[in-house]
């Protein structure tokens, strides 16, 4: 641990390179597999059935599953960061499910408009941020009243979602936070919305840093706190709208995987960032395989193997800080 601490840059090219592995791992974990020099020929040489069938079904998959699960550990970062708490994130708070009910009715009564999905989810994301800090404002805010307000939300919101996802059955995947077979439409959606948005982020490290400082002491340094709160909140709920408009809401992913980050390198967001939005990729892609194969030719959501596998998990990781944290003081 404390080596990747040092040395953080090693380990950010070593998580480039796990993500790679998993990614040709996915790519051959089917009744179709191909090896590294055949998809190369397939996609640069020669026509080759084989990698055109891997190419047209399980690339978009896959690469939407990367793009999202960066996106969402990007999101609940930013959440923790600007609200203060480690228990930050956008599914627990009600702004997945914000998005994701904008998704579904766009689906459901205005589907002409499915172009432009992922900006009509940010406005809904973006309303419920707006309403639970609005309910949250109490002489000042506080994080505690935030989260429970948000919690209070959520529920409200995801029963909305089911309510109108009832209605029809071809959007269900878009609720319920399964990739199933997506095409290069919905890669190039992501890669039009999402991926600036990404870039972005990547450059918030000095503003992650200094909203870690108590507002007294950004105050007297002359630092406007809330335009900083207000941009890292926009990001967010960016990433998480855009993300949600696309493949559902996914649990988990944006709580677990900054808490994991930090055990790993620390506080210090020039790293964290990057370190987050890479193992954010690793994860809802290990996940969405392992739905994919572990009863073929049945499909688990991801959604579903994030909740099993990110609860307990996540009660693990919170005992070893609340731990490390309690022999700290001792």
């Known amino acids: 641990m404390e ?32 090896s590294i ?71 459901l009564f205005l589907p002409q408009l499915s172009a432009i999905a992922p900006l009509l989810s940010f406005f809904g994301g973006l309303i419920t941020f707006v309403i639970i800090y609005s309910l949250s404002w109490k002489a000042g805010f506080k994080t505690t009243r935030i989260i429970l307000i948000g919690v209070a939300i959520n529920y409200t919101l995801s029963a909305l979602v089911t309510l109108a996802n009832s209605a029809t059955a071809s959007i269900t995947s878009g609720a319920t936070g399964t990739i199933p077979l997506y095409t290069w439409q919905d890669v190039t959606t992501l890669l039009i919305y999402l991926v600036p948005v990404i870039i972005i982020t990547l450059f918030m490290a000095k503003a992650c840093n200094l909203l870690g400082l108590e507002d007294r002491t950004l105050t007297s340094l002359g630092v406007n706190v809330n335009v900083y709160r ?19 809401v996914i649990g988990f992913i944006g709580l677990l995987v900054p808490h994991i980050s930090r055990l790993l390198v620390g506080t210090e967001h020039k790293h964290l960032i990057s370190i987050s939005l890479l193992i954010g990729a690793i994860v809802l892609l290990v996940a969405d395989t392992v739905g994919r194969i572990i009863m073929a030719p049945y499909e688990i959501s ?29």
């Open 3 to 34: 080596l990747i601490k040092k040395h953080p840059q090693i380990f950010i090219i070593f998580l480039i390179v796990v993500l790679f592995i998993c990614f040709f791992i996915a790519i051959n974990l089917g009744s179709i597999q191909v």
């Open 37 to 107: 020099v055949q998809l190369f020929k397939g996609l640069f040489i020669e026509y080759d059935v084989d990698v055109a069938s891997v190419y047209s079904i399980r690339f978009p998959r896959i690469i939407i599953s990367m793009l999202v699960g960066g996106a969402l550990a990007l999101s609940g970062l930013l959440f923790q960061v600007v609200l203060k708490n480690p228990l930050a994130d956008p599914g627990i708070i009600g702004i997945a499910n914000g998005a994701s009910l904008v998704s579904v009715l766009v689906g």
């Open 230 to 248: 207000f941009g890292l909140s926009l990001l967010a709920v960016l990433l998480c709208s855009i993300s949600v408009a696309v493949v559902g």
């Open 302 to 330: 991801a959604a579903i193997i994030m909740a099993i596998i990110g609860g307990p998990l996540f009660i693990i990781l919170l005992k070893r800080s609340i731990d490390v944290d309690g022999s700290k003081k001792n």
